[in-house]
């Protein structure tokens, strides 16, 4: 949940398993003003201010990414609507926070995955 203000929302993950990231975006709805994803060892996957329409990054070659590696995502919102906001698909009176990846795995398979809290 948002609640009415400035606030920033976040979620780690942690990989089961190496991954060969081949690119990154954000999801957020309107009241989202800042989308930042970072690793543990400090690298950032994904930084935006784009709610709309956030252009995607692309990794080239993909970035190596250890199994164990933490993945932090957060979302800064400035609530103006006076009410606490919770997850669901209206972009004006929801919000969300997701993080969509795509990678690959040792084995070569493409996946894409979103992270979503």
């Known amino acids: 949940s948002v609640p009415p203000g400035m606030s920033t929302q976040s979620k ?21 003003i800042h989308f930042l994803a970072t690793t543990s060892t400090g690298q950032t996957l994904y930084d935006g201010t ?3 329409e956030p252009p995607p990054r692309s990794f080239d070659p993909p970035l190596h990414l250890t199994s164990g590696t933490r993945i932090t995502w957060a979302c800064t919102y400035n609530n103006t609507t006076g009410n606490t906001l919770t997850f669901g698909v209206s972009a004006a009176a929801n919000e969300m926070c997701i993080f ?3 990678f690959y795995n040792s084995t070569g398979q493409q996946i894409t995955y979103q992270a979503v809290f």
């Open 12 to 32: 780690t993950y942690t990989l089961s398993q190496d991954i060969d990231m081949m690119g990154s975006a954000s999801h957020m709805h309107k009241q989202g």
């Open 50 to 52: 784009e709610w709309q």
């Open 100 to 102: 969509p990846g795509e």
